[in-house]
């Protein structure tokens, strides 16, 4: 069945440092979504990309889904410790009606 | 406007119980979906309903079933509970299941 891989599974930076998580879908995703999940909270949807080759920004957070359509990325310049969760992948296989698999998630912990 | 709510936030069961948890979609979302969140296994896919109607299902066991009422609330069952069944269940809604989710904070739910 569909497969979506996250990694690092963990990531400990230093305040302004950058960050970026990776994710792999071992078939073609219709959409890739990301979530970020704060200790003791529930996952909080950020944005979702449809295109291959897309690329969408929010402020220091840049979102990356691969030609392919079976990678993404996110990246997070100069980390603040607001940043500090876990932050998920969530494909979409089988058409846009698929289900919405989502990956481990990469914990980002930030020292200040 | 109001956002996912799940009841209950927490519940204790006995092994071989069975429990049956209620989700309430933000108003006009038509689609719901159910995640167990463990901290080995991330967010597992339980099943996805669009207008009653049960869309997709995960891989899980016949014990965990699912509903969803015309007003869009939903409620999953499990029945004979088992100790692995301790986890976080998460509800989500959205307007169109290929759009982004919002989760409620979910039901904890700890078989002993």
């Known amino acids: 069945g569909q497969q979506v891989m996250q990694i690092p599974q963990y990531q400990h930076v230093q305040e302004g440092e950058d960050f970026t998580t990776y994710c792999n879908s071992s078939?073609?995703?219709?959409?890739i979504q990301w979530y970020k999940q704060r200790p003791g909270g529930h996952p909080v949807f950020l944005i979702q990309l449809v295109k291959s080759g897309e690329v969408k920004k929010q402020k220091r957070l840049t979102f990356q889904f691969g030609e392919a359509k079976k990678n993404s990325s996110l990246h997070i310049t100069a980390t603040q410790t607001t940043d500090v969760g876990t932050y998920f992948c969530?494909?979409?296989?089988?058409?846009?009606?698929?289900?919405?698999?989502f990956g481990k998630g990469t914990k980002l912990s930030v020292k200040p | 406007k109001a956002g996912v709510t799940q009841t209950p936030r927490y519940l204790i069961k006995t092994r071989g119980q069975q429990v049956t948890l209620s989700c309430s979609p933000i108003?006009?979302?038509?689609?719901v979906s159910w995640y167990q969140q463990t901290p080995g296994q991330g967010l597992q896919f339980l099943f996805e309903?669009?207008?009653?109607?049960?869309?997709n299902k995960g891989n899980f066991p016949g014990r965990f079933s699912g509903r969803q009422f015309s007003n869009s609330r939903s409620e999953m069952n499990v029945s004979t509970l088992e100790l692995g069944d301790s986890a976080l269940y998460l509800c989500a809604s959205s307007l169109y299941s290929y759009y982004g989710y919002t989760f409620g904070s979910g039901t904890r739910l700890t078989v002993v």
């Open positions: 108003s006009g979302h038509r689609s």
């Open positions: 309903y669009f207008s009653e109607t049960q869309r």
């Open positions: 078939t073609t995703l219709s959409n």
């Open positions: 969530a494909g979409r296989g089988g058409g846009s009606q698929g289900n919405l698999i």
